[in-house]
């Protein structure tokens, strides 16, 4: 983080333009800002750093520099800082920072983009240092004007003492005094709290956003408006970097509300994919509706290009020889070969998750005005400065040209952080010369969006005598979400292997082989909720449950007995000489499997796992680390005679370390055990002739009332809560599909070794 420090109120006056403020912090605070906090009509302020504001009247002004979509970010970021300060929670408001990195990533680490898991990872330490120091200035500031020695002053929830006296300020009541007091650094620098003194991390805290979000106050993306803007949707090629040949507006344009029919060119054949725009028929007019029926109104002649030879059928074949021949060893332990050559038993399967598509609730939606300076962006977006830079890019100027303002996100899980559609927008702004909002629908998204990688994985696995496992070999061939960048990659990268593969927790077993074979890349691939751990997990805990089968051993105690109960793995032990540990230091986050082990044994017990059941009913479960992570996940399924399935209970044991918000911990595990149930039940996204076959939920369904886990059970593991805080957002989403098809294996002895599950059970 920049190093907090005091701006005299002549240089922060002389850089900002404004009046009337103080100011103490890293960098000065932009107008806007100061403006909101002056537009309460409380006069002076005080700005101890980037971070937070307090006016005359005490009210304290906190700002969010992350993306809110659900996940409680604008709720528990600030809790860290009022908690540090010792506010009045109740006194709080939230301010949301535009993209800007070089003034809204204290951390230094993520350029204001959510995702990844690491808000509260990333922000714990940096966020209560910044309340410490704006905790330390107001302390100061009530001393100078009673005229006693700050060590006689404290602050406790939202006012100022004086222990001798008694005497209390406000805080509101002594901003006038601490424009020039320093906040020191090193070793004398604000000193933090101890955890026994917290009154708002860890525990239960409401979002604030809940009361709009539940009342139709929110902003979203898609409600975003400028005087004289335009509405637009775009017609985009089928099949991924196809391009238009012709096109015929004639009819489009006789639609009442149609005003212009435009082309987003083509990207060139030789440009990487990245977040740009790709292309595509424009139709412009003055409402939504106009807009969509004139596009149904298009008649388009397209260019199929490369990729119109992708098809499921044979592609998905592909990648399952491409998971058998494997090629390129990414972790190597011990000797496999010899391991199996000696073998008393060798058990092999075979695994497949097709692709996937995000389905936020809130489809993509950008409004730009590209004819003023800087270029205006509003939209729902969980990178802010990734934008900036691909919207700059679009338009022939750099990012310092462009300002985005980030609105609600009505989920993202991943798609968000793509600015494709904002590129939309900008280049039709400055076509048609006036703002446009582009609007993508629910079928737009699907045909057109970032699919998560399809991929196929071949287990093998020898044993002794007593069904302990010597040997382990797995292959995986996925296409490469580097291929936006590389179109030519055809193995995977770093990224994607420490996404719960090379670090495969198995600590235990003596002989060990991890492998990637190759894939091409024929669609648009990007990262989703969880990325993929997901299919990483499903291959390992079904793979799992089944040497425990063919071992005659309780699973549960196969699966500890293969982790095991080491403080750390390392990996340079197995050749590996460093890998991507979710961009953070192994030593600040080591692999640990006794945390592993510790929450399996959590769920077990919480679960009820052992007990006996009636038939029809199974109890399965699975575990996985993930964005540092601990994760185990119980699915108490109901086969019915029919094949179709329910289930009843659903019980997740997360050691996520040090936590903010417990309420917010169990919402993002309640959601991600939903978000899994569509990954394993019914989530396929196919292709015929390079096209995607779905484009809405009736073909490809998610999780509804009707058929979501009724009741889901969030077990924080607090034995490990003194140390770093770990990802929350996605850890819980990879468990749950192996859990509920080991369920389903224990109800009715059918192994289900390809996603989803669909009707799969229906023919058995």
């Not at 199996?340 to 998750?353: C, I, L, S």
Request: net charge negative; proline share 5%; with cysteine.
């Amino acid at each position: 983080m920049a190093r907090v420090q005091n701006i005299s109120r002549r240089d922060f006056l002389k850089q900002s333009g404004a009046t009337g403020a103080l100011v103490l912090g890293a960098a000065v605070v932009p107008g806007s800002m100061v403006a909101a906090v002056r537009a309460q009509g409380v006069g002076m302020s005080v700005q101890p750093n980037l971070f937070v504001a307090i006016a005359g009247d005490g009210v304290v002004t906190i700002t969010c520099s992350r993306s809110e979509m659900g996940q409680g970010v604008r709720t528990g970021i600030p809790m860290i800082l009022a908690d540090e300060l010792e506010a009045d929670w109740h006194r709080v408001s939230i301010w949301q920072a535009p993209g800007d990195e070089t003034k809204y990533d204290p951390a230094g680490k993520d350029g204001q983009n959510t995702d990844g898991s690491r808000s509260t990872r990333h922000h714990l330490d940096v966020m209560r240092e910044l309340g410490a120091a704006g905790r330390y200035v107001l302390e100061q500031a009530a001393a100078k004007k009673w005229g006693v020695d700050a060590s006689e002053v404290y602050a406790k929830h939202h006012r100022l003492y004086h222990s001798a006296s008694g005497r209390s300020f406000d805080f509101g009541e002594v901003v006038d005094a601490a424009a020039d007091i320093a906040v020191p650094t090193g070793e004398v620098a604000p000193k933090l709290k101890d955890p026994s003194q917290w009154k708002y991390i860890g525990r239960d805290m409401p979002g604030v956003d809940n009361y709009d979000m539940s009342t139709g106050g929110a902003n979203y993306g898609a409600d975003a408006t400028i005087p004289g803007m335009k509405i637009a949707v775009v017609a985009r090629a089928p099949v991924y970097r196809g391009k238009v040949k012709s096109f015929d507006a004639t009819e489009a344009l006789a639609v009442q509300g149609v005003e212009q029919v435009v082309e987003i060119p083509a990207l060139p054949d030789d440009a990487p994919a990245e977040f740009h725009a790709m292309g595509g028929v424009a139709v412009v007019g003055t409402n939504t509706w106009s807009v969509l029926e004139g596009r149904r109104k298009l008649v388009i002649e397209w260019d199929d290009g490369p990729n119109v030879g992708h098809d499921s059928g044979t592609y998905d074949d592909q990648l399952r020889e491409a998971a058998r021949t494997g090629g390129h060893v990414i972790r190597d332990r011990g000797n496999v070969d010899e391991a199996f050559a000696a073998a008393d038993k060798v058990t092999e399967a075979e695994y497949f998750v097709p692709y996937f598509i995000h389905t936020p609730m809130e489809p993509p939606a950008a409004l730009v005005d590209a004819n003023v300076r800087p270029v205006r962006v509003i939209t729902s977006t969980q990178s802010p400065n990734e934008t900036r830079q691909y919207v700059a890019a679009s338009l022939g100027l750099e990012k310092t040209d462009i300002e985005c303002q980030v609105t609600l996100l009505g989920g993202g899980f991943g798609r968000k952080s793509k600015p494709d559609f904002a590129c939309e927008a900008a280049i039709l702004s400055k076509m048609v010369g006036a703002p446009v909002r582009v609007q993508w629908t629910r079928e737009d998204e699907i045909r057109n969006g970032y699919y998560h990688s399809a991929s196929a994985h071949r287990m093998k696995a020898g044993m002794d005598a007593n069904g302990r496992v010597t040997a382990w070999h797995h292959t995986g061939a996925w296409p490469s979400l580097i291929g936006l960048w590389a179109p030519q990659v055809k193995t995977g990268h770093a990224i994607e292997y420490g996404l719960g593969l090379i670090d495969t927790p198995y600590n235990e077993v003596p002989n060990l082989r991890i492998e990637n074979g190759e894939a091409d890349v024929m669609i648009r691939v990007g990262w989703y909720r969880s990325v993929n751990n997901i299919q990483h997990a499903f291959a390992m805990n079904c793979f799992a449950n089944e040497l425990a089968e063919a071992a005659g051993r309780d699973p549960v105690d196969y699966l500890l007995e293969l982790i095991g109960d080491a403080d750390v793995m390392d990996l340079k032990d197995d050749g590996v000489p460093e890998h991507w540990n979710y961009g953070d230091s192994i030593d600040d986050w080591p692999i640990m499997p006794k945390r592993l082990s510790n929450a399996l044994r959590t769920v077990a017990a919480k679960s009820g796992y052992g007990k006996s059941l009636p038939k029809g009913h199974g109890l399965g479960l699975a575990v996985h680390r993930s964005f540092h992570s601990y994760v185990a996940t119980a699915v108490h399924v109901v086969v019915h005679d029919d094949g179709s399935f329910r289930v009843p209970q659903v019980d997740v044991a997360i050691d996520c370390g040090r936590y903010v918000n417990p309420e917010g911990v169990r919402k993002q595990i309640e959601g991600a055990s939903i978000y899994g149930h569509t990954v394993a039940h019914s989530g396929k996204i196919t292709t015929s002739k390079g096209a995607v076959v779905q484009s809405n939920f009736h073909d490809y369904p998610v999780t509804r009332m009707s058929n979501a886990p009724l009741d889901i059970r969030v077990h924080i593991v607090e034995d490990f809560v003194h140390l770093r805080p770990c990802g929350v957002g996605e850890p819980g989403v990879p468990p749950y599909a192996p859990a509920l098809v080991n369920a389903i294996h224990n109800a009715t002895g059918k192994r289900i070794r390809s996603l989803p599950i669909g009707d799969q059970l229906k023919s058995a």
